[in-house]
């Protein structure tokens, strides 16, 4: 499984590559903008976090599509791979790459902090929750595709779980935005990614049809 | 060329195999696959074949019934029976933007029994290109790495899906002789689905004919050739009605017939008094052809 899950870490990688320059550079340009306007501080550390977590977000939606596409699952169902691990495989590489953006955000804010000359850290709280935000959607895509795949695949029940389920961590997101600030709201957003993962991983493994 | 010994499993047996789609049913399939046999599967399209054979591995999980591999239970959660099985679909899953060497060399991590001299054997045979990325290979070199892919970690039963498809003529002749010294052991077996009916008469022992789903006829191919003909005569009887002709045509005075039973359709000839018979011998594909056309006809006759 691990093997597998480093293949596609290695695969992707110029994506996620890719996409953290591309964020670097927005970061820079708007440090060095805001550096050069009157009366203004760096741009918030909030705001420098973002981009990356945006990065490693939407490339975990690009892995997702390009796997299905190239029906990764037979390559690697046709090997010592058992449904379940290839689940985890696939429910773990959105992880691992948001992960790896959140490794790239000191690397960014201390860039950021060069090209501004200042810099705000005080809003780095909110920067952890916009990760935890971030990591959610990127686990909300497996799920969907789940839920999907039950739903062509006649399991309506399934499918009615995993819809549910997603649309429960929307809910549960939603609310720790608006009401729930704070460590026990984290908290909460910890667990609605951990049920999305679960879910996404049981829903695979009641599969009827591996083949896309 | 197929293993009697008695306690040997069957490389494959289906028993009672279904599976539902909206507006298709496959099966119930019956089959048994002994070790050393190569069985075509032949229909037209969308008569079964693929899922027939990702059922067989494991990538469809059939509605009832299933299917054992070396008496090894064919089922997603298990992984036993995929050491003996080498799968080569429509779609293979390879990473399209690394080459193909690079997908050899992920798969040898993946696959036990993985052997890099088998494989290189392979790729020197089929003249793979191993530096190209996958996403620019053709579509025959593709179907090449599928193969060796398929064939590296020493499958005992090669399940293949149209695997001539795209090749050209030398590539094609090299895989069916390739597969043909697979199976002379009497330890390995293929099964195949394919379109092209000309390779079934250079490789298959056995044909499985399946149409909208069902099992239409099952034979040998030596039996197959052995019964069906092609027959001319003249005869003053307009309306003959003659047992096991398939196709009936009329040439001015020249009846044309095609008979899967010629001894019996030649007999009634002799007693109608029927003039200037000639016979001729039909071809494995021609054969296939017939029975194709005449699927339905010919699977209640036969049952």
Same mark, same amino acid.
């Given at each position: 499984m691990w093997h597998a899950l480093r293949a596609e870490l290695v695969y992707f990688r110029m994506w996620l590559l890719g996409g953290l320059g591309i964020a670097t550079g927005v970061v820079l340009l708007l440090s060095v903008l805001m550096r050069f306007s009157s009366d203004a501080d760096g741009p918030p550390s909030f705001v420098v976090a973002m981009f990356p977590l945006i990065a490693g977000m939407v490339v975990s939606f690009i892995a997702g599509s390009y796997r299905s596409e190239e029906h990764r699952a037979r390559l690697l169902l046709s090997g010592a791979l058992t449904p379940r691990q290839l689940a985890w495989v696939t429910v773990l590489l959105p992880a691992c790459f948001v992960g790896l953006s959140v490794l790239a955000v000191p690397v960014i804010l201390g860039m950021a902090t060069l090209a501004a000359g200042k810099f705000e850290y005080s809003h780095l709280p909110t920067a952890g929750? =916009?990760?935890?935000? =971030?990591?959610?959607?990127?686990?909300?895509?497996?799920?969907g595709?789940?839920?999907?795949?039950?739903?062509?695949?006649?399991?309506?029940?399934?499918?009615?779980?995993?819809?549910?389920?997603?649309?429960?961590?929307?809910?549960?997101?939603?609310?720790?935005?608006?009401i729930l600030r704070s460590t026990q709201g984290h908290l909460w957003q910890v667990v609605a990614i951990v049920v999305a993962m679960v879910v996404a991983v049981v829903l695979y493994q009641g599969r009827t049809d591996f083949t896309r | 060329?197929?293993? +009697?010994?008695? @306690?040997?499993?069957?490389? !494959?047996?289906?028993? *009672?195999? /279904?599976?539902?789609?909206?507006?298709?049913?496959? *099966?119930?399939?019956?089959?048994?696959?002994?070790?050393?046999?190569?069985?075509?599967?032949?229909?037209? #399209?969308?008569?079964?074949?693929?899922?027939?054979? @990702?059922?067989?591995?494991?990538?469809?999980?059939?509605? %009832?019934?299933?299917? %054992?591999?070396? *008496?090894?239970?064919?089922?997603? /959660?298990?992984? %036993?029976?995929?050491?003996?099985?080498?799968?080569?679909? %429509?779609? #293979? *899953?390879?990473?399209?933007?690394? /080459?193909?060497?690079?997908?050899?060399?992920?798969?040898?991590?993946?696959?036990?029994?993985?052997?890099?001299?088998?494989? @290189?054997?392979?790729?020197?045979?089929? !003249?793979?290109?191993?530096?190209?990325?996958? #996403?620019?290979?053709?579509?025959? #070199?593709?179907?090449?790495?599928?193969?060796?892919?398929?064939?590296? +970690?020493?499958?005992?039963?090669?399940?293949?899906d149209e695997p001539t498809a795209g090749l050209d003529p030398v590539v094609r002749s090299e895989v069916l002789d390739v597969l043909w010294e697979i199976t002379e052991d009497g330890e390995h077996a293929v099964l195949y689905s394919t379109h092209v009916l000309s390779d079934i008469s250079r490789l298959a022992d056995e044909l499985v004919f399946l149409r909208d789903g069902r099992l239409v006829l099952r034979t040998g191919r030596d039996e197959l050739s052995e019964h069906w003909r092609r027959v001319s005569f003249r005869l003053a009887d307009d309306d003959v009605e003659l047992t096991g002709v398939v196709e009936h045509r009329r040439v001015r005075a020249e009846h044309q017939v095609i008979t899967r039973e010629a001894e019996l359709t030649l007999q009634q000839l002799t007693d109608l008094g029927a003039e200037a018979v000639e016979v001729s011998r039909m071809t494995v594909d021609e054969i296939a052809v017939q029975i194709l056309k005449e699927g339905h006809h010919v699977a209640r006759t036969e049952s």
């Open positions: 929750s =916009f990760a935890l935000q =971030f990591w959610a959607y990127a686990q909300l895509g497996p799920l595709q789940e839920s999907s795949a039950a739903r062509r695949q006649h399991r309506n029940r399934a499918g009615l779980v995993g819809w549910a389920v997603f649309a429960g961590v929307i809910l549960v997101l939603a609310g720790c935005q608006v | 060329m197929a293993d +009697h010994r008695p @306690n040997a499993a069957p490389a !494959a047996s289906l028993s *009672g195999l /279904t599976k539902r789609f909206p507006g298709f049913q496959l *099966g119930p399939l019956d089959l048994v696959l002994e070790p050393g046999t190569v069985l075509a599967l032949v229909g037209p #399209n969308g008569a079964g074949k693929t899922t027939t054979l @990702n059922c067989m591995a494991g990538l469809v999980v059939p509605d %009832e019934g299933g299917t %054992e591999v070396f *008496g090894k239970p064919v089922h997603s /959660t298990r992984t %036993e029976y995929r050491r003996d099985i080498g799968y080569v679909g %429509e779609e #293979n *899953g390879f990473f399209q933007g690394w /080459t193909a060497d690079r997908n050899l060399k992920f798969l040898a991590e993946l696959l036990p029994g993985w052997s890099h001299d088998r494989a @290189n054997r392979y790729v020197e045979r089929f !003249a793979l290109p191993l530096d190209k990325p996958v #996403n620019k290979l053709s579509r025959g #070199n593709k179907t090449k790495l599928a193969l060796v892919a398929a064939m590296a +970690h020493g499958p005992r039963l090669l399940l293949l």
